[in-house]
Nanobody, 118 residues
Framework: QVQLVESGGGLVQPGGSLRLSCKGS????????LSWRRQELGKEREWVAT????????NYANSVKGRFTISRDDAENTLYLQMNSRKLEDTAVYYCKAFIPRSDNDYWGQGTQVTVSS
């Protein structure tokens, strides 16, 4: 059974930093592209960042570019999201996703809450 478990969420002040982790079990991360998504209360889930399993290439949403860094450790089956210079609008539940592009093969974590507040 595939499981993705996010951790590292919590309360952070504006301008602060936080690192999220996503640990996979029952799955070989090296076979999947990985991404982070987030969902604010009352809004649709939005894409944050993706990292390729082919060349570790990364892409970011404009709203987080330059502030967030996505990385992966396939030996540990773990995905990371380093979040710096946090803004109030970064408050959301953050989800990790493992997927094979252009296929229906994907898996989601249960999410971790991140709150930016002074």
């Amino acid at each position: 059974q595939v499981q993705l478990v996010e951790s590292g969420g919590g309360l952070v002040q504006p301008g602060g930093s936080l690192r999220l982790s996503c640990k996979g079990s029952g799955i070989t991360f090296g076979r999947y592209a990985l991404s982070w998504r987030r969902q604010e209360l009352g809004k649709e889930r939005e894409w944050v960042a993706t990292i390729s399993n082919v060349d570790d290439g990364t892409n970011y949403a404009n709203s987080v570019k330059g502030r967030f860094t996505i990385s992966r450790d396939d030996a540990e089956n773990t995905l990371y999201l380093q979040m710096n210079s946090r803004k109030l609008e970064d408050t959301a539940v953050y989800y990790c996703k493992a997927f094979i592009p252009r296929s229906d093969n994907d898996y989601w974590g249960q999410g971790t809450q991140v709150t930016v507040s002074s």
